[in-house]
Structure formats: C-alpha cells, structure tokens
C-alpha cells in the first residue's frame, strides 16, 4: 500500500471513530432528556391549569375509554376542585390547526358552562411579531369571565378583539377553546 493509500486509511478510521464516539454519547444523553422533557411538560401543564383555576387545590382526571397508542387511557379533561371539595370548573387542553401549525392550549369554563375561566397558550408556531401574539396577556385577558355566548372575534358580534394582522391565529384561539368546551359539556351531559 502506498504512503498516499495509508494516510487515507487513517483518516477513514479517525472518522468513523470520531463517529461511534458521537453515537454513543448522543445515545447516552438521549434517554435522561426525553424523561426531563416529559417531566416539565407536565409541570408545564399543571402551572396553566392553577393560573386558570387559581382557587383550585386539585384536579381531577377524566379519563377516555380508549387507549392511546402506548396503551394507556388518555386524560379528555380536568375538574377543578376547591379545598373542600367543591366543583370549581372544568379545565382542558385542546389542539387546533392555527395560520402557521397546531396550538396547543389550556382552557378552562365554570361549572354551568356560562363563563370562560381563562386560556393559556401552550404551544404554537405562529409568526413572530404577528400571531405571537396569541401568548401575550393583553389577547389572553380579553377571555377571562367572558360569557360563552360572547365568545367569538369582535368582527363576528363576540367580545374578543382580534390580533391586527393575525386573525387567523385569533380565531384559531377562539375555535379551540369552543371544542375544548364541547368536548367537556358532551362528556359531562
């Protein structure tokens, strides 16, 4: 083998060691992060639902009847309950197709489904600037004690003013925090 045909071959065999050592520590670190990441996922969760329900000491678990591709049954929504007991609301979270991808929202109705108890924005990949927005405590504020016949964009004969230059992500808001309520009134009924 030539000097040329060797220097190659080393540098081949530092590369593909560089390699299995990369793997192996991506590997390593790739189990401990996904269990971090379902952990906060979850404080994540619990922080909206006590934002919403501020009164609210725990909250139960309404779970569905099929099971979820890891074959557990999935939460359909929450009750808020008082300290002693007592029937708060109904708090939930609910997807919805926005401008850009899906939101993910926390929201919440009182126990007559009369009245909007608050919303939280989990996730979403709106425009920045623009449909963003849908985080801020100025568009969030508009749903709070907002009756459920109101609930609906200003344009539309609602009280909620939408984003300038985001309606699409206004009302995808809107749209999923009316689901989230259907969905808990019909298991409810």
């Known amino acids: 083998m030539s000097e040329s045909g060797k220097d190659i071959a080393v540098i081949l065999a530092k590369l593909v060691l560089v390699s299995l050592v990369a793997a ?3 590997g390593i670190t790739f189990v401990p992060t996904q269990e971090q990441l379902k952990i906060n996922a979850i404080e994540q969760q619990k922080m909206a639902l006590a934002e919403i329900f501020p009164q609210a000491t725990e909250f139960e678990e309404v779970y569905g009847t ?3 591709e890891e074959g557990e049954l999935p939460v359909l929504y929450y009750r808020a309950l008082d300290s002693s007991g007592n029937l708060v609301g109904y708090a939930f979270f609910q997807d919805f197709p926005g401008s850009q991808g899906q939101i993910r929202i926390a929201g919440g109705i009182d126990p007559s489904f009369s009245t909007v108890a608050g919303v939280q924005v989990m996730k979403h990949s709106e425009t ?9 405590t100025d568009f969030r504020d508009q749903f709070l004690g907002v009756p459920l016949a109101d609930m609906a964009l200003s344009k539309d004969g609602g009280k909620i003013d939408a984003i300038t230059g985001a309606s699409i992500s206004s009302q995808a808001v809107v749209d999923a925090l009316k689901a989230g309520i259907d969905s808990v009134k019909e298991q409810e009924s």
């Open 24 to 26: 192996a520590l991506l």
């Open 66 to 68: 099929v099971p979820d």
């Open 128 to 136: 920045p600037g623009l449909g963003a927005k849908i985080v801020e």
